[in-house]
Each structure stands twice: as structure tokens, then as C-alpha cells.
């Protein structure tokens, strides 16, 4: 069955930082997602894209933050100059049209 | 105010209880309400979406959609101690999607 994968598993950075965490969404999908989840609180959504474009963005989205997908493939997420309060688990997701999202394994980012 | 509420437990229940979880949303605009299983470190795996009033079943699980009272439930019968999970909900408005905190579901066997 085809799947969502992540990479790295685990990131340790210090702050200030840049960090880059990829993501291989499921093939004949056409919207990715990027989602954090801190320890202990609930998913929040960060991202959209489709159509080679951001679709939506949160709050949380802000100039740090930056999404590409530069092969056709890979789905990225750079965080420019990392803070401690980006340590969370952030987890990539796609989908084709339906509402079955399919999110990958996390990537569980640690800044010092 | 938060967009999507959730009890976030912990919720304790023996084998063979029917379990009840529940949301309740204030933006009147959400078209889609989905469960989520999460296991721990892992991430979340999609249960059940509706996008209108009324129930869906499939199998054990059952969504409940209320749009005037803008409340979503999920109904798990005869609980089985591998359902022990954190149980999300979600909503989206056009490509966006909310989630709750989640409520943290163990089974006793």
C-alpha cells in the first residue's frame, strides 16, 4: 500500500539554525500538508499547497517558514533561523480529492 | 475562542464497552468532520469522514454529524484493548483542516 514518508526521523539543531525536513508524498496525489504537533497539545495545521503553489497558510506559517516541492516528487519544509519553541513533531500529509488524508511518519524536530 | 473543542480525557473504559467521543465546533462553515486514530509518536490515521447531518457506520465505528448543534461524535461498540489510542477530531473549510486535542482512549482488558 502506497505511504507518506518522512525524512529524517529525528532532527537535533541548534537554534538559529536553518533546518530542512523532507517529505515523498503518495505518487497521483495533488495536495501536500504540513502540520506540528508540540509534546502533549493538539495537530495544527500550517500549510497547504497545490498546484505548485501555497494554498492556505496559519498564523503560525510566518516568514521562517518556507514550502517547496522542487522535483515533483520531494515535498519540503525549511524553517530559516530555528527557535526552541519549533521543537515538535511535524508531520506531512497528502491527499487526491477525497478527504482521505494520509499523513506520514513525523519528523520529530529538537532545537537547543 | 478555539475553533474545534475536544475532551481531552483520559478516558478509561473495560473490553466490550461502547465508547462515546465527542466534539463541538463554532464555525458554521466547516464542510467536512473526520475522526483520526493516533498511536503514540506516530501519525494520525484517517477513521471516518462525513460531510452531512446523520450517522455513518462502518463496522464498529459510527460518525454522528449535528450541524445545528454543531457536535460530531464517534461511537466505538465492543472496544477492543488494540482501539487504546488518542482519538482526533477534524474539520476543514476549504483546504484547511482544525483538529481537536484529541482524547486519550485506553482499553481495559
Known amino acids: 500500500e502506497p505511504e507518506v514518508t518522512q525524512t529524517p526521523s529525528h532532527q537535533v539543531t541548534q537554534m538559529g539554525q536553518e533546518v530542512i525536513l523532507r517529505c515523498v508524498p503518495i505518487?497521483?496525489?495533488?495536495?501536500f500538508y504540513w502540520y506540528r504537533q508540540i509534546l502533549g497539545q493538539k495537530v495544527e495545521f500550517l500549510v497547504s499547497?497545490?498546484?505548485?503553489?501555497?494554498?492556505?497558510k496559519s498564523e503560525i506559517f510566518d516568514d521562517q517558514f518556507s514550502v517547496e516541492r522542487p522535483d515533483g516528487s520531494n515535498f519540503t519544509l525549511k524553517i530559516r533561523s530555528t527557535k526552541l519553541e519549533d521543537s515538535a513533531m511535524y508531520f506531512c500529509?497528502?491527499?487526491?480529492?477525497?478527504?482521505?488524508?494520509?499523513f506520514g511518519p513525523g519528523t520529530r524536530l529538537t532545537v537547543l | 475562542q478555539k475553533e474545534v473543542e475536544q475532551d481531552p480525557g483520559p478516558l478509561s473504559v473495560p473490553e466490550g464497552a461502547i465508547v462515546s467521543l465527542n466534539c463541538t465546533y463554532s464555525?458554521?462553515?466547516?464542510?467536512?468532520f473526520m475522526w483520526y486514530r493516533q498511536y503514540s509518536r506516530k501519525g494520525p490515521e484517517l477513521l471516518m469522514y462525513?460531510?452531512?447531518?446523520g450517522n455513518k457506520e462502518d463496522g464498529r465505528f459510527t460518525a454522528q454529524v449535528d450541524k445545528s448543534s454543531k457536535y460530531i461524535s464517534l461511537f466505538i461498540r465492543d472496544s477492543q484493548p488494540s482501539d487504546s489510542a488518542t482519538y482526533l477530531c477534524?474539520?476543514?473549510?476549504?483546504?484547511?483542516?482544525?483538529f481537536g486535542t484529541g482524547t486519550s482512549l485506553t482499553v481495559i482488558p
Open positions: 505518487s497521483n496525489h495533488l495536495y
Open positions: 499547497f497545490y498546484n505548485n503553489e501555497i494554498s492556505e
Open positions: 477534524a474539520m476543514r473549510i476549504s483546504n484547511q483542516f482544525y
Open positions: 462525513t460531510y452531512s447531518s
Open positions: 500529509a497528502s491527499r487526491y480529492s477525497t478527504d482521505t488524508q494520509y
Open positions: 464555525n458554521s462553515a466547516f464542510q467536512y
